[in-house]
């Protein structure tokens, strides 16, 4: 039997409209579909080893979410890719993680990379999380209006730093400064803290250097000819440049204290330094083992996670690249969105309970609250101050 001309043409034109749809519009979602996540941090180069395991520290709170029924009823996915602290990488690679079709991207080791992936990420529509960049302009430099950072900020380490150096009672200041927006950043904030909390000094030497740089025999030589009573060591290049920085330290026997800028030192950074790093003197804001984070239910599970999976205890890095996550799904799925504007705008400003971190509060500009801790570092250890 065959059919009539006008029922041909209808099984014609409904044939085009269903070839005609994914041309016209976007698949929704099914429930079962991966919500993409994606992780921008440094897997190759000098901070390969801290880009690894704070890429690695989101892979387990994406599983801890989904073992508690994910985001918004679907899995989280992780999408990982290497920035090897390279802005324009870093640029190629946020947008390769803007055409998967990520929902966030949790970014952020090298201040320059955020600050140059910033406006790509904002400008498509994406959540963009820094995790661990430091330097104040993320927050204040226009790139993302709705930038969110859990690490501490310059301006927040600086007055740690200068307490300690008013305390000990240093006068003759040396800085070894990492020549960038991170580095250059952080050395003002602690002058300027110095600055306002009265504390009258001679800074005798200052030595520039890039962020690859691992041989610092020359600048360290002018630091020893300056007699300084402490040494600021600002450098972000835990992975090989600050290791090789305390250990020329060492070797060349200078008088005065090593300090180190807030957050540097990792275990990691110990482990390459060896004996040498025993000494030196940081702060930071997360010990895994350490009240008020040792009794905390959240931080517990994500620690024992990380020892019985990746057979490390997690660092600060790792345990703010977990908590960014976390609070991203918490967002989420109160919100019952993944709409950037909207999960931004809870964050900032908002307050959230039961994060690796504990209960935490950000502040209006995106900036989360932190508080600070002195160590030192005793027979290859950290040991915080009371």
Known sequence: MTMSRRTMLRLSALGAAALAAPLAAPRL????????????FPLSGGA????????????IAAALVNEQGGVL???????????????????????????????????????????????????????????????????TGG???LAIRLNSSNAQDGRIIAEHLKATGAKRLAFLTQNDAYGNGAQAAIEGELKAIGHAYDKVAEERFPFAQADFRVALTNVRGSNADAIVAINANEGSGLPALIRQARQMRLRGELVTAVGTVAPS??????????????????????????????????????????????????????????V?????????????????????????????????TFGADGQ???SHHLFTVKDGRIEVRA
Do not use: C
């Not at 390969?48 to 892979?59: K, L, Y």
């Not at 080791?109 to 790509?120: H, I």
């Not at 517990?300 to 690249?321: Q, S």
């Open 269 to 326: 950074v110990i482990a390459v330094a060896g004996e040498a790093a025993n000494g030196i003197v940081g702060a930071d804001i997360y010990f895994p083992n350490v009240e008020p984070f040792a009794s905390n239910p959240a931080n517990r599970t994500f620690v024992r996670r990380a020892e019985e999976t990746i057979r490390y205890t997690p660092d600060k890095f790792m345990a703010l690249g977990a908590a960014a996550l976390q």
């Open 328 to 360: 991203w799904a918490m967002a989420a799925n109160e919100l019952k969105s993944l709409e950037r504007e909207a999960i931004a705008k809870r964050i900032r400003g908002g307050a959230f309970q039961g994060t690796v971190l504990g209960d935490i």
């Open 48 to 59: 390969a080893p801290q880009g690894q395991h704070v890429s690695q520290a989101i892979e």
């Open 73 to 139: 009823g679907r899995p989280v996915q992780i999408l990982r890719r290497d920035d090897e602290s390279t802005p324009a990488v870093g640029v190629s690679r946020a947008n390769e993680l803007i055409g998967e079709g990520v929902a966030v991207i949790i970014e952020g080791w090298n201040s320059p990379v955020t600050l140059a992936t910033q406006t790509v990420i904002a400008r498509a529509g994406v959540l963009d999380i820094t995790a661990i960049s430091k330097a104040d302009q993320i927050l």
């Open 143 to 145: 790139g993302n209006p």
């Open 368 to 370: 989360l609250a932190s």
């Open 29 to 40: 979602a099914r429930a079962a579909d991966p919500v993409k996540v994606g992780a921008l």
